[in-house]
């Protein structure tokens, strides 16, 4: 199936633009060439450390990663968000640095550095504190201003903590400069701590797999399957993008990139469908959200969630797996009332017939269903996805049997732009080692979190009313944290801050992890900043705020459900986290509460409904949603209530 493109920017560019990483440079042939072999290179190092690590251990490893990746991104990324795209002489000066800083453990000799931990020398100092100054400056390139103010000032924590009032619960000791940076440069808790471990060991490699399923033509067929599940309606448009959405997460794993990716495809015909242009950029930048929150891939925070839990990254997949699908839910019911609210007409899309399509292109699942299947036979996820994307590039040559350089290129050219997408996620994490590293040192994460539970303690001395209290206050920090930091590190900074918090009232590791999670990504669509949502606009050419509210309709089911985690024991078989029976009656009453919701935001059940129903299901869906007994009675309760008057109504009206 092709589609007229949209007449505007390409997808690459709006997306760029707008995602919540700076737009890359467009280099000209030699820097291109340096950095495509650079990255290629990076990616023989990551695939080798797979099967034949190094037997100096993972931190050595980490060393390299860091100090061959670091100088891509003074070559990738400009020091203004405009400029010129081919580096200057500072920013080849700056990736030499780099690279000599980055590698500087290894060149005075691996062992002998880490023998110095504690007391490193003037030289190791100098090299750290530049290692520290251009992670901080690749990040700024790469994502903002925002995280390394935030790093400066965790910095400024450490180092002035000691001049606070000692009676202060945030007061310590204070810690020196060259203590400072040999916790930063020589310490597993720093640079080189679990973020950057997750990001060299898991994140890259997944994204190296979406590159090359992408090249494989596996985005097109996933487009094209879902054009020609959906049969000729007024409600099939939106079926169709919210489908395509979240296949498309399967490759892709920047819901910006899938919102845009998928608006270049699937807007002319909303267009045609006569969705209005807030709607439909809405629609898009929900369903392109979801590819973060999808399984078998999710977002680069699943991966930590995995580390810092010490758990499979199948059992984080199991988590996922229920609330998943009622954010889709949510989404599908507010895109049926809209259709029918706005009068959506049909469309007639020239589609294949889907079982042909199956017969040419279904293997393109199977590397998907390996991912899962080898996860529960016990096999490393980093090693599943290697041999998933072994899987991808072989169905992909056999399809192309008849052009196997062509394969082939495309399949090298796949490694190294996988590598050059995961630039800015390995600068984040760099930069997040900074804030984890000085919570470590400090103790700050448990005195935040005591503050937090005490200021909810202030209001109440009720156990429960507290933890709904905390509960709230932690969803409005995650999601204020995410307006100003990428998705991974709002998840790591809440996570050492808040997440001891909610442990402290009792809350199980999974449902925290969980909550924070699902926070961090929905402050993607969170209005003022709602990036997905502005790139949406920028494809439909609709109001931004416009947009960004028809996201926030068509989500908010997704603001409320991580809720239900938390405030009750059963909240834990949403997580698939209980036995068979508790997880079907917690499902559906969750999925109730959901419909219940999309009744409210979208204004329609059979047919226009009042606002004084509308406020009837409001408690409605925050009731079941508290998944105890008495609490469900009232929400049905209310829902019968609602559904009555709305019956009445609607007969006398008619």
Not at 75 to 101: E, H, I
Not at 231 to 248: E, N, Y
Not at 607 to 612: C, E, F, R, T
Request: net charge neutral; aromatic share 10%.
């Amino acid at each position: 199936m092709t589609t007229e493109p949209v007449e505007r920017d390409s997808p690459a560019e709006i997306a760029a633009e707008h995602d919540e990483e700076r737009p890359a440079r467009k280099l000209s042939r030699v820097p291109d060439r340096v950095v495509y072999f650079v990255a290629l290179a990076v990616a023989v190092l990551v695939l080798k450390q797979v099967f034949f690590p190094f037997a100096k251990g993972n931190q050595f490893y980490l060393v390299l990663f860091l100090g061959v990746t670091l100088p891509l991104i003074f070559l990738c990324y400009r020091p203004r968000l405009r400029g010129r795209d081919d580096p200057g002489w500072t920013d080849w000066a700056l990736a030499v640095l780099a690279l000599a800083v980055g590698l500087y453990p290894v060149f005075v000799g691996y062992d002998d550095f880490l023998n110095r931990q504690g007391i490193l020398s003037p030289l190791d100092i100098v090299a750290g504190a530049l290692l520290l100054v251009l992670i901080l400056e690749a990040t700024r390139r790469t994502t903002g201003l925002v995280l390394p103010i935030v790093c400066l000032l965790f910095l400024a924590y450490a180092y002035y903590g000691g001049f606070l009032p000692q009676n202060w619960g945030i007061a310590h000791a204070g810690i020196d400069f060259s203590q400072i940076v040999n916790a930063l440069f020589n310490d597993a808790s720093g640079f080189y701590g679990t973020p950057l471990d997750v990001a060299a060991s898991y994140i890259v490699l997944f994204t190296l797999y979406g590159a090359v399923l992408n090249a494989s033509g596996a985005g097109q067929f996933f487009v094209d399957i879902s054009f020609a599940a959906f049969r000729r309606s007024r409600t099939a448009p939106g079926r169709t993008t919210v489908l395509s959405g979240f296949l498309l997460g399967t490759v892709s794993g920047s819901g910006t990139a899938t919102a845009v990716s998928l608006g270049s495809i699937t807007w002319p015909i909303l267009e045609k469908a006569r969705y209005p242009k807030e709607n439909a950029g809405g629609l898009l930048a929900a369903s392109g959200i979801g590819a973060i929150l999808s399984p078998p891939t999710l977002g680069a925070a699943a991966f930590i969630i995995a580390e810092y839990l010490q758990t499979s990254y199948l059992k984080v997949l199991v988590w996922a797996t229920v609330p998943t699908l009622l954010y889709y839910l949510g989404i599908v019911f507010a895109m049926e009332a809209d259709a029918r609210r706005f009068k959506a007409e049909a469309v007639d899309v020239p589609h294949a017939d889907p079982w042909n399509l199956l017969r040419r292109g279904g293997y393109h699942f199977l590397s998907l269903a390996i991912i899962v299947v080898f996860l529960a036979l016990d096999i490393p996820p980093f090693a599943a996805v290697v041999y998933a994307t072994g899987v991808a590039a072989l169905f992909a040559l056999i399809a192309r049997r008849h052009d196997v350089r062509g394969w082939a290129k495309d399949m090298v050219d796949a490694l190294s732009a996988g590598v050059r997408g995961a630039l800015p996620v390995i600068a984040v994490c760099a930069a997040a080692g900074v804030i984890t590293s000085t919570i470590t040192k400090t103790g700050l994460g448990l005195e935040l979190a005591d503050a937090l539970v005490e200021l909810a303690g202030v209001l109440t001395d009720n156990g429960t009313v507290v933890l709904i209290l905390t509960v709230l206050l932690s969803a409005v920090a995650v999601g204020v944290l995410g307006l100003a930091v990428p998705v991974t590190a709002s998840f790591i900074i809440a996570w050492v801050v808040i997440g001891p918090a909610l442990e402290t009232l009792g809350v199980a590791d999974a449902e925290r992890a969980m909550f924070i999670f699902y926070y961090a990504v929905l402050s993607e669509v969170t209005p003022p900043t709602a990036l997905a949502a502005v790139a949406s606009a920028a494809i439909t050419g609709g109001s931004v705020l416009g947009t960004m509210w028809q996201c926030w309709k068509y989500t908010l089911p997704a603001f409320l459900v991580p809720i239900a985690f938390v405030l009750t024991d059963n909240g834990a078989a949403l997580l698939l986290e209980s036995d068979v029976l508790t997880v079907l009656w917690v499902t559906a009453v969750s999925a109730l509460a959901v419909a219940a919701l999309a009744v409210v935001t979208g204004g329609w059940l059979f047919g226009p409904v009042s606002l004084p129903v509308r406020l009837l299901f409001v408690p409605a869906a925050l009731c079941l949603l508290y998944l105890e007994p008495v609490p469900i009675a009232i929400g049905a309760a209310c829902g019968a209530g609602a559904l009555l008057t709305h019956a009445v109504i609607k007969r006398r009206t008619a």
